[in-house]
C-alpha cells in the first residue's frame, strides 16, 4: 500500500495546478491516520476540480479507494452542506475522516482577507465538522455491537 500512496503523491504533485492545492492536500493526509486515508486524503482533489476521471482513479488505484474518492468528492453536489451530508448519508469512514482533515485544515488555514470566507461559512463549517463527526461515531457504534 505504500508504493500506492508514492504514486497518488507523484500524481498529485503533477496534476494539481491550484495556489497551495497540493500542500493543503498534503496537511490533510497528514491529519488521518490509515494509508488508504492517506492516500483519499492527497487525491481528494483530482476528481472535484477534474483533474482526472473517476475511470482513471478506478483503473489506477484500488476500487475502494476509488469509491471512497468519489465519495468525498463534490462531484454529484452542488455544494459543501449537500456534499457532507452525502458523505454522512454514505457513512464511508475513510470518506468522513478525510472530509474532516479537509474542513479543519481550510479552517486552519483560511486567508482572513477572503471575503468568501464570512463568519456565516465559518459556523457552517463547524456544524458540518459536527455532522460528520456524529455520522463517524453512529457507524463505528453499529460495528460494535455488531
Given at each position: 500500500m505504500?508504493?500506492?500512496?508514492?504514486q497518488?503523491i507523484?500524481?498529485?504533485?503533477?496534476?494539481?495546478?491550484?495556489?497551495?492545492?497540493f500542500?493543503?492536500?498534503?496537511?490533510?493526509?497528514?491529519?488521518?491516520e490509515?494509508?488508504?486515508?492517506?492516500?483519499?486524503?492527497i487525491?481528494?482533489?483530482?476528481?472535484?476540480?477534474?483533474?482526472?476521471?473517476y475511470s482513471?482513479?478506478?483503473?489506477?488505484?484500488?476500487?475502494?479507494i476509488?469509491?471512497s474518492?468519489?465519495?468525498?468528492?463534490?462531484?454529484?453536489h452542488?455544494?459543501?452542506k449537500?456534499?457532507?451530508?452525502?458523505?454522512?448519508?454514505?457513512?464511508n469512514?475513510?470518506a468522513?475522516?478525510?472530509?474532516?482533515?479537509?474542513?479543519q485544515?481550510?479552517l486552519?488555514?483560511v486567508d482572513?482577507s477572503n471575503?468568501?470566507?464570512?463568519?456565516?461559512?465559518?459556523?457552517?463549517?463547524?456544524i458540518?465538522l459536527?455532522?460528520?463527526r456524529?455520522a463517524?461515531?453512529?457507524?463505528?457504534?453499529?460495528e460494535?455491537?455488531?
Open positions: 505504500e508504493k500506492i500512496l508514492e497518488a507523484a500524481i498529485a504533485r503533477r496534476d494539481y495546478k491550484g495556489e497551495g492545492e500542500e493543503h492536500c498534503s496537511r490533510v493526509m497528514e491529519q488521518v490509515s494509508t488508504e486515508q492517506k492516500i483519499i486524503a487525491l481528494h482533489h483530482l476528481l472535484e476540480k477534474e483533474y482526472r476521471t482513471y482513479v478506478a483503473d489506477t488505484f484500488p476500487l475502494a476509488a469509491d474518492l468519489l465519495v468525498v468528492s463534490r462531484l454529484n452542488s455544494n459543501l449537500e456534499n457532507v451530508l452525502a458523505i454522512c448519508r454514505e457513512g469512514q475513510d468522513i475522516a478525510v472530509k474532516i482533515a479537509d474542513l485544515d481550510e486552519a488555514h482572513e471575503r468568501y470566507f464570512t463568519p456565516y461559512t465559518r459556523n457552517n463549517y463547524h458540518y459536527e455532522e460528520l456524529k463517524s461515531a453512529k457507524k463505528k457504534l453499529k460494535t455491537i455488531i
